[in-house]
Each structure stands twice: as C-alpha cells, then as structure tokens.
C-alpha cells in the first residue's frame, strides 16, 4: 500500500513551506525524530512539513484503513485529533469519513495550532476547514463532549514512557467509541504502545488492531511490534531529504481500541512475508502466542492467495 497526500493538502503545505535552507533542516528533523525527540518546542515548522508530515499522513491512513476494515459499521461524527500538529491525522480521516462534522485540534504548541488552522482554511470539506484549536495536552485532553474518534498520532512520544498509559487512559475518556494511537516503528515507540495497551484493556477497552487478543504480548526484546508503509517522495520531499530514491517506508506502530468489538482477526502478519521456491514463510500473531506457518508452493490455491498477504494483513 503506497499513500500520496491528497491535493488540497499538498498544495497547502507547498504554499506554507520556508523557500530557504530547508533540506538541512530536514534531514536534522528527521534524525530528531529517530532518536526520541520531542516536537513541542524548538522545532522548525516548515522543515516538519517537508520531513514529516507526508510520512506521518502516511501512516495515519494506513491504520485508520485498517480501523474501516474491521469496523465497517463505524461512521464518526466528531474526531479529537490529540497532539495534532499541523493536523495531519485530521486530513486522513475525512478521506474515510467524509461526514465528521465536528473537528477539534488539540495542542501545546501554539505554532503547530496556528499551521493546522491555516493548512485546514485550505480544504474544502466543512468540518476540517471549521476546526477549533484547543491549546492543552494529553493527559487533560479537556473537550465540550467525548469525541467518537480520537486519534493520537505520533504524540505520545512527547511524555516519558512511564506516563504513556495515563495520557492513554485519559485519551480513552475523551473518546465515546474509538481510539487510534500511532507512535514511531522503534523498540521505545512500541513501549509506549505497550504502555497504553496495558491502561486500555484495563479499563475495559476492546482491541481492533493490530492485536488478535487481549492477552499479553508474545514478543520478546529485542523484537517489537511494528509495521510499514510506502509512500512517494515528491520533487520537494527529495530535495529536502537530499534523498535519490523517489520512496520512503515509514514503520510505525500503532493500537486501535473501541467500546464496541470487531470481528476478532485470527492472526497477524508481524514481518515481511519470506518467498523462496517452497512456498511463503510468514510470522504470525495468534490468540494462541507467536507462529511461523508456510504455505506451500505446490497448494496453488492458498499459495496464490498467500502471494496478495503483506507485512500487517491479517490471516484467516
């Protein structure tokens, strides 16, 4: 699955981009943001457009697809988008849900609001374009009424790890349905995961994705749990990058989590499937712990069915 920016957005973030010095600063970013590092003060907006905001979009669309697949029945009216940014997460979900009406942008960086107010004045569709921004943070993520979706993409990286499953629980509280979390593909962007996973099974949350159960991870260090997708880099996103190759794979790891079940998935695909001339070796997450299946060249049905299975898919 490759995910290109939609073109409102695209065109506003060209407009709003700083001409000058910007693929230094980029590429400065993005190592800033490999190593752990906090967005919330001293970070430079417009090399944030061109680093991170086209991934994180990316990202973002990749699990709230996942979200539709599992819950084709859920139809959002009012989102949270919880440490928003420029509001990216914002602009994947009306691409899902082209009816949320009531949209909120919740930060503690003022310059982020501002950009996420400006980029939204961009779009066509109501409710992005009549936003609020709401200055705050995730632990008090202080709103009117629960949203049915909140989305925490790539935020809760801004608090230590020890204090993940708080902002999570408190995130859940402000949610009346669904909750995305979205953190950086890192061994520490999957504690966090952890962390929130823990606080929302406590509390009573079903798991969608990408968990086939509730129980306790099966994986052990050094391994984690997370994901991939592809996105194309623009004239603009290379040039920032100082980057030749005209893709980027951004891994993440993300939890869904709802008051109301989905159909449970038998198993998930935790690596890239391996294909050799016995068949397609894959990883699988079970109710019943960790598995490695092969399917085999010579069962040409499942075989041909395993060919369409990617790193992330769930298996029957």
């Not at 109501?126 to 925490?152: F, K, M, N, Q, S």
Request: glycine fraction near 8%; aromatic fraction near 6%; charge should be positive.
């Amino acid at each position: 699955m490759s995910v290109d920016l939609p073109p409102q957005l695209k065109a506003a973030v060209l407009h709003e981009r700083a001409a000058g010095g910007l693929a230094g600063k980029a590429r400065s970013l993005s190592a800033h943001y490999r190593a752990g590092g906090a967005s919330n003060h001293g970070i430079d907006l417009g090399a944030y457009l061109a680093a991170r905001l086209p991934a994180t979009y990316a990202a973002v669309a990749r699990v709230l697809a996942e979200l539709k697949s599992r819950r084709p029945d859920f139809a959002p009216a009012a989102l949270l988008d919880a440490g928003s940014g420029p509001g990216t997460a914002s602009w994947a979900a009306v691409e899902f849900w082209p009816a949320l009406a009531a949209m909120t942008f919740l930060d503690n960086n003022r310059g982020f609001l501002d950009l996420a107010k400006r980029l939204a004045a961009a779009s066509t569709h109501a409710g992005l374009a009549g936003a609020r921004a709401i200055a705050g943070d995730l632990e008090r993520p202080v709103t009117a009424a629960p949203a049915d979706l909140v989305i925490a993409a790539y935020a809760l990286a801004e608090l230590p790890e020890a204090r993940a499953g708080t902002a999570a629980a408190a995130l859940w509280q402000a949610s009346s349905e669904a909750l995305v979390i979205i953190e950086p593909g890192t061994p520490q962007g999957y504690g966090r995961i952890l962390a929130a996973r823990a606080a929302l099974v406590a509390a009573g949350a079903h798991l969608v994705a990408p968990c086939p159960h509730a129980g306790p991870c099966p994986l052990a260090s050094p391994d984690w749990c997370h994901f991939s997708v592809r996105l194309p880099r623009s004239r603009e996103h290379l040039h920032a990058k100082a980057a030749r190759v005209p893709f980027e794979d951004e891994k993440f790891a993300y939890l869904i989590a709802a008051r109301t079940p989905a159909s449970p998935a038998a198993a998930r695909i935790l690596a890239p499937p391996r294909r050799n001339k016995a068949g397609i070796a894959l990883k699988l997450c079970t109710p019943a712990g960790l598995e490695g299946r092969t399917i085999a060249s010579r069962d040409r049905d499942a075989y041909k069915r395993a060919r369409k299975l990617d790193w992330g898919d769930t298996v029957s």
